[in-house]
């Protein structure tokens, strides 16, 4: 069984940068590919960005990419997902998301997931 918290969430103004944090428990870390999904009110959740098992071969969303990277500390069982230039249609719950090997955008494929943190940008 793999436990997900998130962590980092908060208001910030456009232009800003947040950092989230989703520590993870039980399983083998580095075979897991981890993962970032968004959704907003009334929305249906999206991918944001992935980290593969294994190789930890990294994708992104086009609304996202160039602005928010994602990385791994396969000792501390932890992933990040870093949020530059924060635009106020990034607005959401964020979600972390784990399955066993692979990677993939489609939220089905992800057995394991976080209770979310909330991210407010500001116009």
Request: hydrophobic fraction near 30%; charged fraction near 20%; proline fraction near 2%.
């Amino acid at each position: 069984q793999v436990q997900l918290v998130e962590s980092g969430g908060g208001l910030v103004q456009a232009g800003g940068s947040l950092r989230l944090s989703c520590a993870t428990s039980g399983g083998t870390f580095s075979m897991y590919a981890m993962a970032w999904f968004r959704q907003a009110p009334g929305k249906e959740r999206e991918f944001v960005a992935a980290s593969r098992g294994g190789d930890g071969s990294r994708s992104y969303s086009d609304s996202v990419k160039g602005r928010f990277t994602i990385s791994r500390d396969n000792v501390k069982k932890l992933v990040y997902l870093q949020m530059y230039s924060l635009k106020p249609e990034d607005t959401a719950a964020y979600y972390c998301a784990a399955r066993w090997g692979g990677s993939g955008s489609y939220s089905g494929e992800y057995k394991y997931w976080g209770q979310g943190t909330q991210v407010t940008v500001s116009s």
